[in-house]
Nanobody
């Protein structure tokens, strides 16, 4: 597994969670890395991406609530999620960007197992 997401769990609406994506050193220093999520019976959707130069892009639905960051000492990309809503419930995945448009999951690979986030109302 090239990338492994962790940190999911059950949280009440309005709460916070911090997800972490562990990458190999080679991947961490070679690729832009993104977070996606997939709710039951829905398509996988873009959440956020951080470039090698630490430029960040977010989906409109999470802008102002989620923050993506990376730790070069640990080779991890984290997703701090605040003010969580029930509609944020999904399995969250991280992946490496291969080129094209950031919001298209078809432009990523290295998907790991994902981590489940459940937000109760």
């Amino acid at each position: 597994v090239q990338l492994q997401a962790s940190g999911g769990g059950l949280v009440q609406a309005g709460g916070s969670l911090r997800l972490s994506c562990a990458a190999s050193r080679r991947i961490f220093f070679t690729y832009d890395l993104g977070w996606f999520r997939q709710a039951p019976e829905k398509e996988r959707e873009f959440v956020a991406v951080i470039t090698l130069n630490a430029i960040r892009y977010y989906a409109d639905s999470v802008k102002g609530r989620f923050t993506i960051s990376k730790d070069s000492a640990k080779n991890t990309v984290d997703l701090q999620m605040n003010s969580l809503k029930p509609e944020d419930t999904a399995v969250y995945y991280c992946a490496k960007f291969m080129g094209g448009r950031y919001y298209d999951p078809g432009n990523y690979n290295g998907w790991g197992q994902g981590t489940l986030v459940t937000v109760s109302s």
